[in-house]
């Protein structure tokens, strides 16, 4: 990660609390990982994810109290509003980072763009979001207080989606990170996490993620979630 990279995106988050917006919203995406292996799991070897999207869940839209307008708390950094798709949702685009925010898919295919005026944007719909706000853990970095994904949720997350991705490459890469995370919740004697987190998705859900992990012939996963002594 680059230190210019860096610091701006330390600056969106500080700015973010500040303005009362991460107390409503949930780090999801590539910028965990760093996050998880800086404060949460020890010796971790997850490899980093390296991306430009900051992506922010926000899991319970109508619950929003604070009112900030969020294009213009960052104009000054350089971010401009980007409209993207053909439905017209609103991403933050800086030439180092693009900002995202994103809702759960209430139904299949109503991907309209869901209005977060008290955000001053709106926000994208996305299938399996909520799972990542199913149990979550607070890190306090450098003063900033930040929501994220349990990474058990966070790894299940990505075995489904790596399923969905119409891309190889982000597919074998959101595969690569899955795997690392629970190995590393194993070395933290985390397994009953893991266990959790796999029976907290659909049975439907939890058959692929078995049938993934047995071509990925990952037996010590499998014996956890199988729940095998």
């Known amino acids: 990660m680059e230190k210019k990279q860096f610091n701006l995106y330390r600056e969106i988050l500080h700015r973010f609390q500040n303005n009362g917006v991460l ?27 390296r991306t430009m999207d900051i992506d922010f869940f926000v899991p319970k839209p109508c619950s929003i109290k604070t009112s900030v307008d969020i294009p213009k708390i960052l104009q000054d950094l350089g971010f401009i509003i980007d409209f993207t798709g053909t439905q017209g949702h609103i991403r933050l685009f800086h030439p180092d980072l693009i900002i995202e925010f994103l809702v759960q898919e209430k139904s299949h295919g109503s991907n309209k763009p869901y209005p977060l005026p008290n955000l001053g944007l709106n926000a994208q719909p996305l299938r399996f979001l909520n799972l990542l706000s199913e149990k979550t853990i607070k890190i306090n970095t450098e003063g900033i207080v930040i929501a994220l994904p349990h990474p058990a949720w966070f790894a299940m997350q990505k075995l489904i989606v790596t399923q969905r991705r119409a891309k190889a490459e982000k597919a074998d890469k959101d595969l690569i990170v899955a795997i690392a995370l629970l190995h590393d919740l194993i070395n ?42």
Not at 202 to 223: A, D, F, M, P, R
């Open 23 to 49: 107390k409503s919203v949930i780090l999801i995406g590539s910028w965990c990982i760093p996050l998880y292996k800086k404060y949460y799991l020890k010796n971790s070897l997850t490899p980093p994810l």
């Open 188 to 229: 933290i004697k985390q397994s009953n996490s893991i266990l959790k987190a796999h029976k907290s998705v659909s049975k439907k859900w939890q058959n692929k993620i078995i049938k993934l992990l047995e071509n990925e012939q990952e037996t010590e996963i499998l014996k956890i979630i199988k729940n095998e002594k």
